[in-house]
């Protein structure tokens, strides 16, 4: 069964940027769609990114456009989302999950999880 674990986050200032991983194990990741949702205080879930199997379609919500950039290394089962001037409306816990197509990038179309990671913009 896959497993994925988050790596990654911290506190950070605005307009700092964080690397966050997420490393799958059990299958091999290449046969999953990966997305990046976050969720933070009496917030709903919300998708961040997606990126397709092989790599080559991606997916951000609006807020993130042009400051996180998701990629993947399907030889190191890993896939990151590089988190670039960072706002304090960014602060959540970030999670990974898989799913066999990014959709659209909504939480109920991905079926494993992992536990999550936070991420603290703040001065």
């Known amino acids: 069964q896959l497993q994925l674990v988050e790596s990654g986050g911290g506190l950070v200032q605005p307009g700092g940027s964080l690397r966050l991983s997420c490393a799958a194990s059990?299958?091999?990741?290449?046969?999953?769609?990966i997305g990046w949702f976050r969720q933070s205080p009496g917030k709903e879930r919300e998708g961040v990114s997606c990126?397709?199997?092989?790599?080559?379609?991606?997916l951000y919500a609006d807020s993130v456009q042009g400051r996180f950039f998701v990629s993947r290394d399907n030889a190191r089962n890993t896939v990151y989302l590089q988190m670039n001037n960072l706002k304090p409306e960014d602060t959540a816990v970030y999670y990974c999950?898989?799913?066999?197509?990014?959709?659209?990038?909504?939480?109920?179309?991905?079926?494993?999880w992992g536990q999550g990671t936070q991420v603290t913009v703040s001065s």
């Open positions: 999950a898989a799913s066999d197509a990014c959709y659209a990038g909504q939480p109920y179309d991905f079926g494993y």
């Open positions: 059990g299958v091999t990741s290449d046969h999953y769609a």
């Open positions: 990126i397709n199997m092989s790599g080559g379609s991606t």
